[in-house]
């Protein structure tokens, strides 16, 4: 039974009390009446906020607008409440892939943490089933031992895989069935081409839904064919399709990657990606998503409610708490976000407005280059531009793909993203390395000089970039924990190419105080 009154001013006095009991409670000395708070340590109180959620589960729009304090022309007050506790100064930084390895040589999954869990399902979730019987069995299994134990926790571990990476395994069903085709069409001489198969009785769906997907085959006359197909899957209607199975079809064929009949994949519903809202992708961008600047901006508006005590998550409170965010960071990328939100997409309508951004491809990207198949990766992103001109992201990983082969194209591509609003380490970096390709070096520097100077204001962000003696001929691609170095490594390296021992010295003494913050 509620213990609140359902509505109106009997409710809210309890709620407005509540809330002035919340905000009057501050760490390190927590309110010794509150039912909630313990002694942890002599002298020290601690809770699990849990004023926080019942202010969630009860609050109402009415009682916030009643607090405001009306100053004449429209204008209006309105309290600033406390938001829920960061992270502890003295904590190690949240890393999603640090925590998933600590786990990895642990065989129990229930002594897992539960970032190693979400990890491990979508792990599974995205790969393709291979044909083979006892590795099909084998990662069924471990799928199995994973929604287990979510559930144990106080997780949905149906709703994990359906709403939470639901668009990762429509994303995934997509490449796996149309990029066999691309690659035949990149190398048909390749000795492993013979083997490649589309997941089966996928490929029959994709072209019956591709072949009524006019604007995704409108792409063919600017990109070539594969490719146009490509984003078709990963991005178009078939996607949309796909998204729509993985919340309607039977829990096993989703996990099994069990194809639809013709019928029934143009019954279900498509799904509207511009208006999807969903809780467990926000779930699953908070414990698998390190970088807020990665995350998608639903994801961060649920996050200021969820600290803000106006969104309860769906999960325990206390899974919750194994990371807890900045709300000072959160309003700086919220804020960045909004910015930026006009420059994105020049169409709302090709915008997916879930995680699904240029950014998301970039995985498949890197593993195509990576197996010598540089002009897959170009052609997606190609495509991706085609789709999404306006999106800066699109515009830095196209111009990256062709770096090496065609710097002057490449460099404006980052100069388009520039334009865009990117400011970011990557973009900076992607320039200064097409100017030195072009010979170009002090203009490089420039770009250096520019980007030092915001030094602190740019986030730490890992990345993919071209190591400095990268070339058509021998590409190497470097794996980086942040990419702001790699810019400040560049200018020193356009000293030493220089000769100029003492503008080599002078860079390195700049990366070195950067770095620590001076």
Known sequence: MNPLPPSGPAKEIFVRALREFSDSCQPPALKPT????TETHPGVRGCGEECMDLLASFESGEAAERTEVSLGDGIALRPRHRARRGPD??????????????????????????????????????TSPTLDADRRAARLERLGECFSELDRRGFDAELVLREGLGLAIAVSIGIAVVMPEVI???NPDAPEVAELEAPEGWLDLFELVFAGDSRSR??????????????????????????????????????????????????????????????????VARFLTTYLNDWPTFALHYEWEWVHARRLPPCPTKEM?????????????????????????????????????????????????????????????????????????????????????????????????TRLGDDSARNAGNRM??????????????????????????????????????????????????????????AV???EQAGDDALADRWRARRAALAEGV
């Open 321 to 417: 708490a194994i990371r807890r965010i900045d709300v000072d960071e959160l309003g700086r990328v919220v804020a960045e976000r909004a910015v930026n939100a006009g420059a994105e997409m020049s169409d709302p309508a090709q915008s997916s407005a879930s995680s699904l951004t240029a950014n998301d491809y970039v995985p498949y990207a890197v593993s195509a280059i990576k197996d010598g198949r540089r002009s897959v990766a170009t052609s997606l992103f190609q495509a991706t531009v085609e789709l999404a001109p306006g999106s800066a992201d699109a515009q830095n990983n196209f111009g990256f793909c062709i770096l090496l082969d065609r710097p002057n194209d490449a460099l404006a591509a980052f100069e388009e993203a």
């Open 89 to 126: 100064p003295s904590a190690r930084a949240f890393d999603a892939s640090e925590l998933r390895l600590l786990d990895d040589d642990e065989k129990d999954v229930t002594k897992w943490r539960t970032v190693s869990l979400i990890s491990e399902l979508r792990k599974q979730a995205v």
């Open 433 to 490: 390395l097409a100017l030195i390709h072009l010979g170009r070096p002090t203009t490089a520097l420039e770009v250096a000089e520019r980007f030092a100077r915001r030094y602190s204001e740019v986030p730490r962000h890992p990345g993919w970039m071209w190591s400095p003696t990268a070339s058509a001929d021998e590409p190497e691609l470097l794996d980086l924990d942040d990419v702001r170095a790699y810019v400040l490594d560049l």
């Open 493 to 495: 390296l356009i000293a």
């Open 34 to 37: 509150c039912p909630f708070s």
């Open 184 to 186: 035949r069409s990149d």
């Open 218 to 283: 409108l792409l063919e006359a600017n990109v070539p064919p594969e490719a146009a197909r490509l984003v078709g899957a990963i991005r178009g209607e078939f996607h949309r399709r796909l998204a729509s199975w993985t919340m309607n079809a039977p829990l096993r064929e989703v996990m099994e990657w069990s194809a639809p009949t013709c019928e029934s994949i143009l019954a279900f519903p498509a799904v509207d990606l511009s208006a999807a809202r969903r809780p467990h992708e926000w779930l």
